[in-house]
């Protein structure tokens, strides 16, 4: 029996928190179940139907696995002279794939460049087979969509225990959000932890106060 593959990330832009990135494989009939059950790309639904989801996603489903990248992983990618943010995707989708050893895949591709996103994974697998990398997948593959949900769940637990932990609302994580925006500024240098230090706005924030003294 064929199965299939679907791997997708969540927190690829915040400057709070970890990435993730979870890999879900169904068998044929699990298509439909998962449509049928209103599965689709995690940003078209609200955050209390994904929390549903999230378990019953899980029970359907012939396995999945997910993959939490913390910030200083990826400011280590970011600020190298040999990988970036999406070698370390790739190199992540790899690991999932191999473990979950799929029959054939499909990939929401980070790059603009599809060609070399996917001969960069095809090469690094253990487990060869098909792989499909396109952008959008996860609105066009509910299998892709499975797992856009998955890693979207887990993300924004991760936002809501770090809220509660620090005792301040520092809204979604993303820079385009006022909270966090203004939490960056007061708060960089007391959570250093929590915070992307690649990100130019982080950047900013630090020269900025040192600059004050």
Request: net charge neutral; charged share 30%.
């Amino acid at each position: 029996m064929t199965t299939l593959c679907g791997i997708d990330e969540a927190g690829r832009g915040p400057i709070i928190g970890s990435l993730y990135m979870a890999g879900v494989v169904i068998e044929p009939e699990h298509e439909a179940i998962l449509k049928k059950m209103g599965v689709k790309d995690s940003k078209l639904l609200t955050p209390k139907r994904r929390e549903a989801l999230f378990d019953e996603i899980q029970k359907v489903v012939k396995a999945f696995k997910v993959i939490r990248v913390p910030p200083e992983e990826i400011d280590e990618a970011v600020q190298s002279e040999t990988t970036n943010l999406n070698w370390l995707e790739a190199t992540h989708a790899v690991a999932i794939l191999d473990e979950l050893k799929p029959d054939a895949s499909i990939i929401d591709c980070p790059s603009p460049n599809i060609k070399a996103y996917t001969t960069f994974i095809e090469k690094k697998l253990i487990n060869k087979h098909h792989i499909t990398c396109a952008h959008h997948a996860d609105t066009d593959y509910v299998v892709v969509g499975a797992a856009s949900i998955l890693a979207k769940v887990l993300r924004d637990r991760e936002i809501a225990e770090l809220r509660k932990k620090i005792g301040v609302d520092f809204g979604s994580g993303y820079i385009t959000d006022p909270k966090t925006k203004a939490f960056v500024e007061s708060y960089w240098d007391k959570y250093p932890e929590i915070f992307r230090h690649s990100w130019k706005t982080f950047k900013n924030a630090a020269q900025q106060s040192l600059g004050n003294y």
